[in-house]
């Protein structure tokens, strides 16, 4: 497994950016699933495929927030550069969702999108 790494400890509502120059897998763990992660356990997260940039996280609660960046496999490694911030909260700023979000996650996020335009 090769992937980028940075870690923030972040508050409720700081946002965590990500930019990415090519499609790919990016998670949002807290230290205890970052540490499930790099031992090849199972582990749960936020985020996952995105193929546009930014990626923009909302930070739901305080903690130690490992960010991942998946460079692919051993034997099919991809050449992902990526950048990361972390910014003070906004109201206007939402998560971003990713392609590869459960359906009821999708369609809630276009309804939001409909109701504010």
Known sequence: MKFLHKTYDA???EIIEVEI???TKVKFLTAKEYKAYTQG???TYFGGLYEESPVRF???YDAHWNV???KGTTRDPLA???SCRLTMPNST???SIAVDAPAHVRELDMAE???EG
Do not use: G, L
């Open 11 to 13: 508050k409720k509502k």
């Open 21 to 23: 120059d090519q499609p």
């Open 41 to 43: 356990r199972t582990h």
């Open 58 to 60: 909302v930070v739901p």
């Open 68 to 70: 991942v960046v998946e």
């Open 80 to 82: 992902v550069n990526a």
């Open 93 to 95: 700023v939402r998560s």
């Open 113 to 115: 999108e409909q109701s």
